[in-house]
């Protein structure tokens, strides 16, 4: 076997929503639609289906930065309760939107390690 990559490169490939076996092709096609095959090695991605996964992870992150945000406005802001709300829900949705893809692409890259017998 040739210089296979380690499983935490394999992973790190995945966070950035590239193909774990070459780490060159894009896993996704749209924003969450995962790619039948690597564009550029033809790795198949068939049967990778991360279903609710990367959106526990996600949620899971996401709370561990709006709680800790939501404490700092409450202890040291002197803003109207609207306007915590608006900062909070802001910081909710965009590190949920951002955070969703890579959690998403550590899934399938975990999910490929696993069919390939690695992990
Ligand atoms: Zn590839």
Do not use: N
Request: charged share 20%; aromatic share 8%.
């Amino acid at each position: 076997m040739t210089d296979a990559p380690t499983t935490l490169t394999c992973l790190l490939r995945g966070a950035r929503q590239r193909c774990p076996a070459c780490g060159d092709g894009k896993i996704f096609i749209s924003y969450l639609k995962r790619a039948e095959c690597c564009p550029v090695c033809k790795e198949s991605f068939d049967g990778l289906d991360a279903d609710d996964g990367p959106a526990w992870l996600t949620i899971g992150i996401v709370a561990h930065i709006v709680i800790p945000l939501l404490i700092f406005l409450e202890m040291h802001a002197a803003l109207l309760w609207w306007q915590e709300g608006m900062i909070v829900m802001a910081a909710t949705i965009i590190s949920a939107l951002a955070l969703l893809p890579v959690s998403k692409g550590i899934f399938i890259a975990a999910l490929w390690l696993m069919k390939k017998g690695r992990i």
